[in-house]
């Protein structure tokens, strides 16, 4: 007699998942009376097939070539996308001539509308990640971009630029979201801040490889070529991203597995669904994923903190770059090519920035979880805020150097040596913040990201366009002592705040509520 033993365990989003319990007998009449490490017997066969737990599962204790393998693919697409928002900003009075654009607030919008899609594209790709995994959406917003950006190479007026400029950077901000999810996929909490770091190294240089190479090719060939080239980039990734970015949200694996468990043994009860079942089903994942992002900036405390200071930095960088070119060519008598080579330093400070305070946020993290006697497996992310403390601190020392040694036209190290120690501070606070953002929220990582991302690019792209009229009715010592002043209020509380009342805000904000309505992983 052939027992069917079945039980319905609920998923990450509280779909009903057929599974069956570790140790079963599956056919009483063979015999089978052995189970051991949850392998189970089938038929009186031992199929050493682990229900509860597969390695497969678990991203994390994959082969480290394999996991890299997926950073570095992620990493490339990550810096097509600020590569691609910067690469125009010398060639803006090139376009504007071209294509009958006025000087100012039109030739701003070549970037800021890009910039402004990163607010927008996150809240759909994070959510369906979660749905339908990491890779086929990562892969499926490339297409978007490429086709897009490649349409913007060959636009014949400003009205099929802008919007071909605002549609592709829907597409290339899916990184936003996913690609802190993956590293929150792949690796534990101790080495979550090398793995950031790592993952940052490429689109770190997009900032300030853009407009270099952007200055260049304009003044060489023309911008169009410049926008083909990505394209071209954009593609050959997609190439390998098909045959080398494997699915790694844990949540999408173990459905997976449960299905091919389900499918693979012909004795567990297997219970149709019809279309309609299946439609109002997915209607309703589909509801309370994309709303995910937006319910979680709204009611969740920590989200609104750590979105509001990435936010101001942003807008500060991206403020910072809309005049940076115009500096250099207007004020200091720089040529094109020359004036690009100052966005340079700017790389160089976030790349140390990422690293160091990436490695050393691992450091602090382990001695402190050490130092508490916190078990394994345990995981608090407040102790990721004690590095948010040094970039706060040092985000308005960069900008007071930048702002009056550019006001006082000195030598040109000196605004170069303030947009440094700019880059190393800003990458330091808003990659502490994506850890303590990841750390808090696990299932739901991607869509805590999206949310952060929505803040950010909106001051992303509204701060650029106040620029000029900061400028003239300032001047750039004061403009940036104003943003200083800001930017430091705000950077410094915020880590005193979450230090000391972190973990009750997040335990308050999800404490009455069930798992799936809480958005906390």
């Known amino acids: 007699m052939a027992l069917v033993l079945q039980r319905h365990d609920p998923d990450a989003n509280g779909n009903q998942v057929p599974s069956v319990s570790p140790g079963a007998c599956i056919n009483e009449s063979a015999g089978c009376e052995e189970s051991r490490n949850g392998e189970t017997c089938v038929n009186g ?54 294509l009958s654009m006025r000087e100012g607030i039109e030739t701003q919008l070549i970037t800021s509308l890009f910039v402004l899609s990163f607010a927008f594209g996150p809240l759909v790709w994070g959510p369906l990640s979660e749905i339908y995994g990491r890779s086929p959406i990562l892969r499926t917003a490339n297409c978007m971009f490429l086709v897009c950006n490649a349409i913007c190479a060959a636009s014949y007026n400003k009205a099929q630029l802008l919007l071909f400029r605002f549609l592709s950077g829907f597409g290339a901000s899916a990184t936003h979201a996913l690609g802190g999810a993956i590293v929150g996929d792949l690796f534990t909490n101790e080495n979550r801040g090398s793995a950031m770091a790592t993952f940052n190294l490429a689109p770190l240089l997009g900032p300030s490889l853009g407009p270099v190479i952007g200055a260049v090719m304009t003044d060489h060939v023309s911008w169009r070529w410049l926008l083909g080239v990505i394209s071209c980039l954009s593609a050959v990734l997609q190439v390998f991203a098909w045959s080398l970015l494997k699915e790694t949200n844990p949540v999408i694996l173990k459905r997976i597995a449960a299905d091919s468990d389900t499918n693979s043994n012909s004795q567990i009860e297997s219970r149709p669904v019809n279309g309609k079942q299946r439609q109002h089903r997915l209607r309703n994942e589909l509801s309370q994923a994309m709303s995910r992002p937006l319910r979680m900036l709204l009611t969740h405390p920590i989200i609104q903190i750590c979105a509001l200071n990435d936010a101001l930095t942003y807008g500060i960088f991206f403020l910072v770059l809309s005049t940076y070119s115009q500096l250099w060519t207007h004020e200091y008598g720089q040529s094109v090519t020359r004036a690009g080579l100052n966005y340079l330093f700017l790389g160089m400070g976030a790349f140390t920035g990422a690293q160091v305070a990436g490695r050393t946020s691992d450091r602090v993290y382990s001695y402190l979880k050490k130092r508490s006697g916190l078990a394994n497996g345990t995981e608090l992310p407040e102790y990721r805020i004690p590095m948010m403390i040094p970039g706060a601190i040092l985000v308005p020392v960069g900008l007071l150097i930048y702002g009056w040694s550019a006001e006082a036209h000195t030598m040109w190290l000196g605004p170069d040596v303030g947009i440094f120690i700019f880059g190393v501070a800003n990458i330091t606070l808003v990659q502490s913040m994506l850890l303590y953002i990841v750390g808090s929220y696990h299932n739901h990582a991607a869509s805590a990201l999206a949310a952060d991302v929505l803040l950010r690019s909106l001051f992303g792209f509204a701060l650029p366009l106040a620029a000029p009229s900061l400028l003239k009715s300032l001047g750039r010592g004061w403009e940036m002592t104003l943003l200083a002043a800001l930017a430091g209020t705000l950077g410094v509380s915020s880590p005193i705040v979450l230090w000391f009342h972190g973990r009750a805000i997040r335990e308050f904000s999800t404490g009455n509520k069930s798992h799936e309505d809480s958005d906390q992983g």
């Open 45 to 98: 066969r031992n199929n050493r097939r682990s229900i509860t737990t597969k390695a497969v599962d678990d991203p994390r204790t994959w082969p480290k070539s394999l996991k890299w393998t997926i950073i570095a693919i992620a990493s490339l697409f990550a810096l097509v996308t600020p590569l691609t928002a910067t690469t125009l900003a010398p060639a803006q009075p090139v376009i504007a001539t071209q």
